[in-house]
């Protein structure tokens, strides 16, 4: 018995527009439809990179993705960053590198990379079918029955590509994990990840709100270090965001939802031991002068970041010490001369520098995640085809997958390997048929 069509992809977001699109340039002759529940497609693309789209990175390797690397590495040279690069010129869209190594589409506009993937899908007759939501799939003799919002019909291949459930509203609501979970696969436990995290309202956070400057981040669970990084960090109204906490986030936030004791420190000046800023401060100190803290800090810190620090660690030591109360002023130790500070409380002031607890009482949630940490483990599928391990004729690919890259062009460069993977795969697997 024939079926309706003879390749159905399920989620037009960035991995089942590159899927449908390799499926059709490998057989011109199959049948292929892609079905998205959105009415309007893409509209993840649209807001990412800040509305620029970063597509992918200049290097890309396993290490930018936390999933197993050697699953990771056979998706990558399957389909890398050079022939993504070329990739997207043919399609029209020349990437240019930013000096951070992320690759934006020379226009600047991410509507250029969506319309030309829609075009390419126009121009091989994928059908794209918006405001078709799969409700389920069930297997048949001949392929798969997808019963979808307004209708149903059959498909001797699908491929699954319904993303996690950052940012739901663009339709990525995480339904495609319970379709799949159906047909026998598992989902590991899923958390929001590349996500800003909220502080307590006591802490100096909310003055600072729009500036950002480099740090080094660290994430302690049980007192264990598991993650340091360096990078620039943003202050906001709620707390803070920036690649270096977005890229930290997943680690606090699993931690937190398993309940454990997770915990991240900030240090102001990236790399800076406490013993090297003691000796840097004592010997600033020891020049005489009218020098203040504020005034010495503000050489390497924006100066409103000084004057808040200075404040918060005036109040958090000053109350406590006996000694000097008298030069305790309204902004804490800032207008304090550096040398007539007190060696404790100087290096009160260090240990703030170098290793300062963010007050973390929560995360942005799914509506400010960028992807999502877990899902369908890499082992069941296989990744020289992407094919399920656990249903024949299924394919996997995408944000659905147990795989989550850092900040900077990697998740999009994950859905396009994996999306060229599979569709390359699916049509010819059944080439012969
Ligand atoms: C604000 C933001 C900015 C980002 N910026 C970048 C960036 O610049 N660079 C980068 O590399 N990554 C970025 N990302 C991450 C990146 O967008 C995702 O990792 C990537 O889009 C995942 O692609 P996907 O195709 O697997 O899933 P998605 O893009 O989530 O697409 C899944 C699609 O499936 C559809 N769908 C879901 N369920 C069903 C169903 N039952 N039936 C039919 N259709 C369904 C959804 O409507 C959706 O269109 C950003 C993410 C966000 C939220």
Not at 326 to 342: I, M, Y
């Amino acid at each position: 018995m024939q079926t309706d069509v003879d390749i159905a992809v399920v989620g037009a977001g960035a991995a089942g527009l590159a899927a449908a699109i390799f499926a059709a340039e490998t057989r011109r002759d199959l049948k292929v439809v892609l079905l998205d529940s959105a009415r309007k497609i893409g509209a993840k693309i649209l807001v990412s990179g800040g509305r620029r789209c970063n597509v992918t990175h200049e290097r890309v390797t396993p290490a930018d993705f936390h999933a197993p690397h050697r699953v990771v590495e056979r998706v990558l040279q399957r389909f890398d960053v050079q022939t993504t690069v070329r990739w997207f010129e043919s399609l029209g869209v020349p990437l240019k590198r930013e000096p951070t190594g992320k690759l934006f589409p020379v226009s600047n506009d991410a509507r250029t990379v969506l319309s030309a993937l829609l075009r390419r899908c126009s121009a091989l007759d994928v059908r794209v079918m918006a405001h078709h939501r799969v409700q389920d799939i069930t297997p048949t003799d001949t392929g798969f029955r997808i019963v979808h919002e307004a209708g149903q019909f059959t498909a001797q291949r699908v491929i699954m590509a319904t993303g996690g459930q950052s940012l739901p509203k663009t339709g990525s609501d995480g339904h495609g994990w319970s379709i799949v979970q159906r047909l026998g696969h598992t989902v590991t436990a899923t958390y929001p990840a590349l996500v800003p995290l909220m502080l307590d309202d006591t802490f100096f956070h909310r003055g600072l709100s729009g500036i950002s400057h480099e740090v080094t981040l660290t994430t302690r669970v049980g007192g264990k270090t598991i993650d340091r990084r360096a990078g620039s960090l943003l202050w906001t109204h709620f707390g803070v965001s920036g690649p270096v906490v977005l890229d930290a986030s997943r680690f606090w936030v699993i931690a937190n939802s398993r309940g454990q004791d997770a915990k991240i420190s900030i240090a102001f000046l990236p790399e800076q031991p406490f013993e090297a800023v003691d000796r840097w401060l004592s010997h600033a100190g020891s020049n005489p002068g009218p020098k203040t803290v504020v005034t010495t800090l503000s050489q390497r810190l924006p100066n409103r970041v000084v004057k808040a620090l200075c404040a918060y660690v005036g109040e958090m030591y000053g109350a406590t010490s006996t000694e000097n109360r008298d030069e305790r002023t309204n902004d804490g130790l800032g207008s304090t001369a550096l040398s007539q500070l007190p060696r404790p409380r100087r290096r009160a002031l260090t240990q703030a520098l170098t290793d300062l607890p963010l007050p973390v009482v929560g995360d942005r949630g799914w509506n400010h995640a960028e992807v999502t940490a877990g899902g369908v483990p890499l082992g069941e599928v296989n990744p020289h085809s992407m094919v399920s391990r656990k249903v024949p004729g299924l394919y996997l690919i995408g944000e659905m997958l147990d795989c989550d890259g850092r900040i900077g062009g990697f998740n999009f460069q994950w859905a396009w390997s994996t999306g060229h993977i599979a569709g390359c795969s699916v049509a010819g697997g059944l080439a012969g048929s």
